[in-house]
């Protein structure tokens, strides 16, 4: 709602972005907008509709009253006394559009435009003076509630208002006092009277058919709103040309040296994807053949990241199989008479489903194949074996850290994609190399209760004699494990702090909650509780999930201010690049070193937009119960203090943690001293 933002009482151009920090927010907020904006442009629409795909979503209705930018023969009528009609003001909003001049990104929001027209959720009425200029400046936000935002300035709706000119805004809010309620009242009747030409002074018209046609003509390309904004999204994402860094190119001549086959080990945040698609640019120089490209990823997220950086690279034709494709028997025919019939590479990105179950029979046989496994620490060991009956010509295996539950495991990952050692390219060479942040890292320590405690013992003296017997059933130590891990993901005294951390003004603003799976001690789920603790403080909150219908562009929208908070699941670990983000807090987290890796590494991108120089990482740390007293808890002990201790590594605060940490293990009477052992929970 409205009321659950803060806002500035002025707003002004060169100091404030109010684009941003003003409209966004109260766009995201809002189901109804009406503006009186000056003068009419393109350039002024498509900074009106910037970040509204929330309030769309929504069923969001904007309504705009403006004046023609009048043309220099109008201007010399009004200058003779003659009034103008609405002849002449067709005439002039025909010329502004047809004369328009606009980047791609422009076109791209006037087609968002042109359907908002088209479905009713914009509708633009034309205000005239026959002897002067309509020159009100005024807007009034309406959200569900009927909370009002009012504002009055000098700002038009012009390109060259927002970027350029000093121009300034003033705020008010109905909910302020019982005079600011009446006022704005006054304002919406106001705005009511010219919408229905009833003002004397001014005439208001429909916006004239013939313009409407012609910026239909001129500008809608989608069949749907929903179609355009997926247009939009897929445009907003900068094509600059990027180059590779000196280490990237390393990477790639690895590749070459090693016979066309390798493995990037590089940190979250350091252009693995770039990284390999330019190495496919690079065998396709060396290869003489044709080649038939399959990149596998785990997740639909990854899948759609990599088609977006195959394309921003010149691949305009990408074959998606499973997630975001179409019929596979269609995909896989077209690819395959693309490979034999014509002069050209065949790239495809396959979900890692659909890639075991049906494209690998469907490839044995093709003598170039180029295979690229994106997070390859996920490989089974089935999908292993299938690999290597595969046999492709040219490898390459992806990810932030390798490691698997045995170090066996990860060995037999490695061989399969190189026969010497991976390329690796960790996070504290990133980080000393200012391609990701620095960070802090702050711990916070949390108790189980007594009675989850008992639980934490019962089955951590369980996996002990499981793993002591002579043939140790790992199905039961993996089972064991998981539900050892549990306990401590849904700690009940998290959900307490974390109240007590929105209570003494910890920043939730642009961060990722990671919440633990599973159902709190009220039977609610725990996810729905950080949501609504986090909400009852006034934040915007959006879940990211498994189950989040349209991932894509809830990230889109997280990016661009709709939301100040992301509560997520585990599926925020893999694939997701959101470099503005700047704080995760962690309420649950498997004790795998890969996932600290990847978390850590999402939350260190760089970002220019934003400025950010700087990341927090705040961990819920999970100690025994206070009444537990000593015994027991080295088990417990060294799955989070390992974890603490590997993200506190690199951090710029890490002496007075360090200092804690061996507070914790004195009072304890127990030494840890491989503090990256980790003792890894299935997943």
């Not at 596998?296 to 199989?321: H, I, M, N, R």
């Not at 002579?470 to 974390?498: C, F, G, H, T, Y």
Request: aromatic letters at 12%.
């Amino acid at each position: 709602m409205l009321n659950k933002r803060k806002y500035k009482p002025i707003y002004r151009t060169h100091k404030d972005s109010i684009d941003q920090d003003f409209y966004v927010p109260c766009f995201s907020e809002s189901i109804r907008l009406d503006r009186a904006a000056g003068y009419f442009s393109l350039h002024s629409l498509t900074l009106s509709i910037d970040g509204l795909i929330r309030f769309i979503r929504k069923g969001g209705q904007i309504n705009l009253i403006c004046s023609p930018d009048l043309s220099q023969a109008d201007a010399e009528l009004i200058d003779a006394c003659v009034s103008l009609d609405k002849e002449h003001v067709t005439k002039s909003l025909i010329e502004s559009i047809t004369g328009a001049q606009l980047s791609d990104e422009e076109l791209a929001l006037l087609d968002v435009v042109c359907n908002m027209l088209t479905e009713g959720e914009l509708t633009i009425k034309i205000a005239y003076q026959p002897l002067g200029i309509f020159h009100e400046k005024f807007g009034i936000f309406v959200d569900e509630e009927d909370n009002k935002v009012y504002f009055n300035g000098s700002l038009n709706e012009t390109k060259r208002a927002f970027k350029f000119n000093q121009e300034s805004i003033q705020v008010n809010y109905s909910w302020l006092n019982e005079y600011t309620a009446t006022f704005i009242e006054g304002e919406e009747r106001y705005f009511n009277q010219l919408w229905n030409n009833q003002d004397e002074s001014v005439v208001v018209i429909d916006f004239p058919t013939a313009v409407e046609k012609e910026l239909l003509n001129c500008y809608k390309r989608s069949d749907t709103l929903e179609t355009a904004i997926d247009n939009y999204i897929s445009s907003h994402i900068t094509k600059g040309k990027k180059t590779l860094y000196s280490y990237q190119e390393d990477a790639i001549k690895q590749f070459c040296e090693n016979g066309y086959q390798h493995f990037y080990e590089m940190a979250t945040g350091t252009g693995k994807t770039f990284t390999s698609v330019k190495t496919i640019q690079t065998l396709e120089k060396k290869c003489e053949e044709n080649l038939f490209v399959v990149v596998c990823v785990p997740q639909v997220d990854l899948q759609t990241q990599w088609a977006s950086a195959l394309q921003e690279e010149g691949y305009d034709k990408v074959y998606l199989f499973g997630g975001n494709g179409k019929s596979f028997d269609l995909t896989i025919g077209e690819a395959t008479i693309d490979y034999y019939s014509d002069d050209r590479n065949v790239i495809c990105v396959a979900v890692y489903d659909t890639f075991f179950s049906k494209v690998y029979p469907k490839i044995q046989r093709i003598p170039s194949l180029f295979l690229i496994v994106d997070e390859a620490h996920n490989l089974t060991k089935g999908n292993l074996s299938a690999l290597v009956k595969l046999n492709p010509k040219y490898k390459l295996g992806l990810s932030a850290t390798i490691q698997r539950f045995s170090e066996s495991e990860s060995e037999a990952i490695a061989r399969f994609f190189t026969p010497g050692d991976t390329f690796y390219y960790g996070i504290e060479d990133a980080i000393d190399n200012d391609f990701l942040s620095k960070y802090e890292y702050h711990p916070i320590f949390v108790r189980l209760n007594e009675d989850e405690n008992e639980k934490f013992l019962f089955k951590s003296k369980l996996l002990a004699q499981e793993m002591n017997k002579k043939e140790p059933d790992q199905e039961v130590i993996d089972k064991l494990r998981r539900e050892r891990s549990l306990i401590l993901k849904q700690a009940s005294n998290k959900m307490v702090k974390l109240r007590e951390l929105t209570d003494s003004g910890y920043n939730f603003v642009n961060s990722v909650v990671y919440c633990g799976q599973g159902k709190d001690g009220e039977g609610e789920s725990i996810i729905d509780s950080v949501t609504r603790v986090l909400y009852d403080k006034g934040l915007v909150v959006s879940q990211f999930t498994s189950h989040t219908l349209d991932r894509k562009r809830v990230l889109y929208e997280f990016e661009h201010g709709f939301f100040d908070t992301l509560a997520a699941i585990k599926c925020f670990d893999e694939g997701v690049d959101v470099p503005k983000l700047d704080k995760i807090y962690i309420m649950a987290s498997d004790s795998a070193l890969r996932q600290t890796v990847q978390r850590r590494g999402r939350v260190l991108r760089k970002c220019k937009e934003s400025g950010k120089t700087i990341a927090y990482i705040y961990d819920m740390v999970v100690l025994p119960a206070v009444e537990a007293g000593t015994y027991g808890c080295e088990g417990l002990l060294k799955i989070e203090l390992s974890r603490a201790r590997e993200y506190n590594r690199l951090a710029l605060n890490k002496d007075e943690n360090e200092a804690r940490f061996c507070e914790i293990e004195n009072d304890y009477h127990i030494t840890i001293e491989n503090v990256t052992d980790y003792e890894s929970e299935p997943d």
